[in-house]
């Protein structure tokens, strides 16, 4: 199957500095990249969507400002987290998909656990 | 209420058992997806079903788009299918809803 891949599987940052994660589909071109935040013992939460070549698409109450999508490519997006906090010390998950409007399978990265001090 | 609900919330069953996952919705979907979370996080989409039923080996996923109902069967439980299992329904430009998760333990 199609696999996607995240890097960096975990990081540390202090409070204050930014971090980036980024989102590879390794075997297909991904029209639409999702991310996802899952806090611990909660479900998956849209975060955006993200089609190559546009801007991204913010879930109400996610703020774009703090949350940086480049979706620069076909096979990369990028998530950048600027001046994280303690609060957004989370699990986050990209997933990609072939379509857009269409029921396309989405194929789920390993995730990124950020932990912010 | 969520637009989506899983039930049981925590399932323990013993090896060799069948097993059974439910999933009810209340928006319009164009799918269903049957997602499974290991310990580490990681993500592995079981399936995606839109009508019907679907089987992979010892899973199958039945929906029932007039009642908004999905089920997740696994048969011959193993102790390496305790996992989260996740339904997510999928609305318009793919994006999807996922309920709480399953936290299936399956003792030897």
Same mark, same amino acid.
Not at chain 1, 17 to 42: G, H, N
Not at chain 1, 49 to 70: C, P
Not at chain 2, 51 to 72: D, V, Y
């Given at each position: 199957?199609?696999?996607?891949?995240?890097?960096?599987?975990?990081?540390?940052?202090?409070?204050? =500095?930014?971090?980036?994660?980024?989102?590879?589909?390794?075997?297909?071109?991904? =029209?639409?990249? &999702?991310?996802?935040?899952? &806090?611990?013992?909660?479900? %998956?939460?849209?975060?955006?969507?993200?089609? !190559?070549?546009?801007?991204?698409?913010?879930?109400?109450?996610? !703020?774009?400002?703090?949350?940086?999508?480049?979706?620069?490519?076909?096979?990369?997006?990028? %998530? =950048?987290? /600027?001046?994280?906090?303690? !609060?957004?010390?989370?699990?986050?998950?990209?997933?990609?998909? %072939?379509?857009?409007? %269409?029921?396309? !399978?989405?194929?789920?990265?390993?995730?990124?656990?950020? =932990?912010? /001090? | 209420?969520?637009?989506? *609900?899983?039930?049981?919330?925590? $399932?323990?069953?013993? *090896?060799?058992?069948?097993?059974?996952?439910?999933?009810?919705?209340?928006?319009?979907?164009?799918?269903?997806?049957?997602?499974?979370?290991?310990?580490?996080?990681?993500?592995?989409?079981?399936?995606? $079903?839109?009508?019907?039923?679907?089987?992979?080996? +010892?899973?199958?996923?039945?929906?029932?788009?007039?009642?908004?109902?999905?089920?997740?069967?696994?048969?011959?439980?193993?102790? +390496?299918?305790?996992?989260?299992?996740?339904?997510?329904? *999928?609305?318009?430009?793919? +994006?999807?809803?996922?309920?709480?998760?399953?936290?299936?333990?399956?003792?030897?």
């Amino acid at each position: 199957g199609a696999v996607v891949s995240q890097h960096p599987s975990w990081v540390i940052c202090k409070s204050g =500095t930014s971090v980036k994660i980024e989102c590879r589909s390794l075997d297909f071109q991904a =029209t639409t990249m &999702f991310w996802y935040r899952q &806090f611990p013992k909660q479900s %998956l939460m849209l975060m955006a969507t993200s089609n !190559e070549g546009s801007k991204a698409t913010y879930e109400q109450g996610v !703020e774009k400002d703090k949350f940086l999508i480049n979706h620069a490519s076909l096979t990369l997006s990028t %998530l =950048t987290v /600027t001046s994280a906090h303690p !609060e957004d010390s989370s699990f986050y998950i990209c997933s990609a998909s %072939l379509g857009g409007s %269409l029921a396309y !399978e989405q194929y789920f990265g390993p995730g990124t656990r950020l =932990t912010v /001090t | 209420k969520n637009e989506v *609900e899983q039930s049981p919330q925590n $399932l323990t069953a013993q *090896e060799g058992e069948f097993i059974t996952i439910n999933c009810s919705y209340s928006v319009g979907i164009s799918a269903l997806h049957w997602l499974q979370q290991h310990p580490g996080g990681g993500i592995v989409s079981l399936f995606m $079903l839109s009508s019907g039923k679907k089987k992979h080996g +010892r899973l199958i996923a039945t929906i029932n788009i007039q009642e908004k109902h999905s089920s997740l069967h696994i048969t011959a439980s193993h102790p +390496r299918d305790s996992a989260v299992y996740i339904c997510a329904v *999928e609305t318009s430009g793919s +994006r999807l809803t996922f309920g709480e998760g399953t936290q299936l333990t399956v003792n030897p």
